[in-house]
């Protein structure tokens, strides 16, 4: 399976989603691998410091980004891909080959502007790849569900996107885990939180449940 996160803008806490998913599914015990298209390359250093065994491939141009995937996807149960900042002919690549495309959004107004370019472009892909990828809004960095996030809600409606019911709050045991080269289910009870808001992600996105509700 290859799942895709992508913006349009940044400062949304792709990378935070992208380590941690993949992360968490290599420890229920699935192969995973990381395919890095975004130039900064933030994702390929916290997850080879956090999980060496998480295979990482990089690609800067789609014909790259083709021949990564068709590589990875034979030798792991889950492809990560993360999209560079901005929807540009890599990130329409990333698109056409995934199977869930993942659009983090902080709730403001600038993000709910964004919405619309990356829905254009989720369209653009199911139109020639016969409905695929499925496309999902999460909302990260949230600190409450306000008046923002009701109208993020509505937009996404209209436009045809769904929005997961799981959401990732702004907590400084994710900050901690980047600054600590690990993620918040491996940093036991103090991040016993956050690891619950990670879980229910993550089983709404791929449908696994985690091993164990215990932390650390």
């Keep these: 399976m290859i799942l895709v996160f992508t913006n349009t803008k940044g400062g949304v806490g792709k990378s935070t989603l992208v380590v ?8 229920q015990g699935r192969s995973v691998a990381l395919l890095e298209t975004d130039l900064l390359r933030s994702c390929s250093q916290w997850i080879a410091e956090a999980e060496p065994n998480v295979t990482i491939r990089t690609a800067d ?17 889950y492809v990560i891909g993360d999209g560079p900042g901005g929807l540009d ?20 107004i600038l993000d709910l502007r964004s919405v619309s370019q990356a829905t254009a472009i989720l369209r653009f892909a199911q139109g ?3 409905g695929r990828p499925d496309g999902r809004l999460v909302l990260n960095k949230m600190r409450k569900r306000g008046k923002t996030s009701g109208e993020l809600l509505a937009a996404a409606s209209d436009l045809g996107i769904g929005v997961t019911k799981s959401y990732v709050r ?3 045991a994710y900050r901690d885990a980047a600054q600590q080269g690990t993620v918040v289910s491996r940093m036991g009870a103090r991040a016993a939180q956050a690891t619950a808001e990670i879980d229910a992600l993550v089983s709404e996105l791929v449908g696994i449940k985690p091993r164990s509700t215990a932390y650390g």
């Design 20 to 27: 941690h998913l993949a992360v968490w599914l290599f420890d």
């Design 61 to 77: 141009t789609p014909e790259e980004c083709l021949a990564a995937a068709k590589e990875l996807t034979t030798e792991h149960d």
């Design 89 to 108: 002919d890599v990130s329409r690549t990333l698109l056409l080959l995934a199977d869930l495309a993942v659009f983090p959004i902080t709730p403001s």
């Design 128 to 130: 020639i790849n016969a």
């Design 170 to 172: 702004d907590l400084e």
